[in-house]
């Protein structure tokens, strides 16, 4: 067997061209990991911030179905991206190994398929999740700035700026490999934000300060069908992955079996952090949860758990929305350097890094303005959970499996992916008209470059 610098091994006719072919996947997505590693990035890819605004979505949502959509997700997700690992773990063995969604996209369903409507899909979902990431990470810094001067005049869209300045250095970390430690840390973190926001909900919904407790979904018919299609997207968002294949592809051959044990590492987290947030969080605030649940701990400035409490619980959640956010750029980074990068050069030749750090740095800039400019975090969950999640996540593993296994019509297998994926086909365009309809509305209220 042939083996390219990377780690990825090939026979011997195919290692010149994949490493042709390839020359800035097998920098970016370096194939040396171990399935701890993979573990690692699979927890800062799932267990993001975003989870931060589950307390909002049960309040679209009710108790009842609000704790059976996180149940649903977490099984069908579970699922869903054992069946990509599969998939990718048979075209491997056929010597097909597929870097990256899009060339699952291309050999499964067509070059087509892979092209015009994976690609650019997933594309648009990283980059999405990165202007997320950086709002999330300008509030936090808000939080923190108002914690210690609660007269101070500064607007998020500075912080946003700030932030920005950040994640223009991160941004330069050259592979998704070099990220192992960060993202270590980065479960580290999760797991420490999860704490303290719970703490801080349970503290206040128990305070003699606590606020009205009204579980009753606002609205009315329609407003609440609408917000219960919203609340949905905003779910899939937090269990949405979107980069499954690149992760999969840093894992060191042989691959078998190592990414189901990371999957068990980042779904151990999911379940410990997802639930108690969402659960604390609407108990103390029931409809009145806003689109982060860091938003309801200060009420005029003023914060309704020690300040302490609340400054930790915001620089776990920016330092951790740092480590998401450099996560989301890799495939970015990946595509548009394959794109304008020279494959013949020197990975640290300036032809290379010249290119990469002009590249890396244009896609944060942008970012950052677009996040500065709409700040309104929950309807953007609701939108990259309805155009990129529900698709990448909770419709494609199930189509890809079934054309690749080819299982009998006559089975359960079969019939059970199918139904998987029309469900939450029709559900991803249904959020999709819902989270744009809530901008909509939500842009009626605020203006651009906002400071909320």
């Not at 072919?21 to 993979?38: I, N, P, Q, T």
């Not at 051959?253 to 151990?268: I, T």
């Not at 290119?355 to 942008?366: D, E, T």
Request: hydrophobic share 50%.
């Amino acid at each position: 067997m042939g083996t390219v610098e990377a780690g990825l091994d090939y026979s011997s006719s195919d290692t010149q061209h994949h490493k042709e072919l390839d020359a800035e996947a097998l920098f970016v997505l370096k194939s040396r990991g171990s399935w701890l590693h993979c573990g690692y990035h699979l927890t800062t890819s799932i267990v993001a911030p975003a989870l931060l605004s589950l307390p909002f979505a049960f309040a679209l949502l009710g108790w009842v179905a609000g704790v059976s959509c996180l149940i649903i997700a977490v099984l069908v997700t579970f699922y869903s991206y054992n069946l990509l690992s599969k998939v990718l773990e048979h075209h491997a063995q056929l010597g097909q190994r597929q870097l990256r969604f899009r060339d699952m996209a291309s050999d499964i369903l067509g070059p087509r398929w892979g092209r015009y409507f994976v690609g650019p899909l997933q594309f648009s979902l990283c980059y999405a999740a990165v202007i997320a990431c950086t709002l999330l990470g300008g509030q936090s810094l808000k939080f923190i700035y108002l914690l210690c001067n609660s007269s101070g005049t500064m607007k998020l869209y500075e912080f946003v700026a700030i932030f920005g300045v950040l994640m223009l250095i991160l941004a330069q970390i050259p592979s998704f490999h070099s990220l192992r430690h960060i993202n270590l840390i980065s479960l580290t973190l999760c797991l420490a934000y999860s704490t303290c926001a719970t703490i801080d909900s349970t503290y206040i919904g128990n305070s003699v300060n606590a606020p009205p407790k009204d579980s009753s979904v606002n609205g009315d018919g329609k407003d609440q069908l609408f917000g219960a299609f919203n609340a949905i997207s905003i779910i899939a968002t937090t269990y949405g992955n979107g980069i499954i294949p690149e992760i999969q592809a840093t894992i060191a051959p042989p691959v078998e079996g190592k990414m189901f044990k990371g999957l068990c590492l980042c779904y151990a987290v999911v379940i410990l952090t997802f639930f108690t947030v969402a659960i604390s969080g609407y108990w103390a605030f029931g409809n009145k949860a806003k689109g982060t649940i860091l938003g309801n701990f200060m009420v005029n400035g003023n914060p309704l758990v020690p300040k302490w409490l609340i400054l930790i619980t915001s620089i776990f959640t920016l330092l951790q929305v740092s480590a998401v956010c450099v996560v989301y750029l890799q495939p970015t980074n990946e595509l548009v350097e394959k794109k304008y990068g020279d494959p013949k050069s020197n990975q640290f030749s300036i032809r290379k890094v010249v290119p990469r750090l002009f590249l890396r740095s244009l896609l944060v800039v942008v970012a950052t303005i677009l996040a500065a400019m709409f700040p309104f975090f929950g309807d953007i969950n609701a939108l990259i959970g309805a155009f990129g999640c529900i698709p990448l996540d909770f419709v494609l593993p199930m189509v890809f499996y079934n054309v690749t296994f080819k299982p009998s019509r006559k089975a359960l297998l079969f019939w059970g992916n199918t139904a998987i994926a029309m469900l939450f086909s029709m559900l991803g365009v249904l959020g999709a008209i819902s989270s744009v309809r809530q901008i909509v509305i939500d842009a009626k209220l605020y203006q651009v470059f906002a400071n909320i």
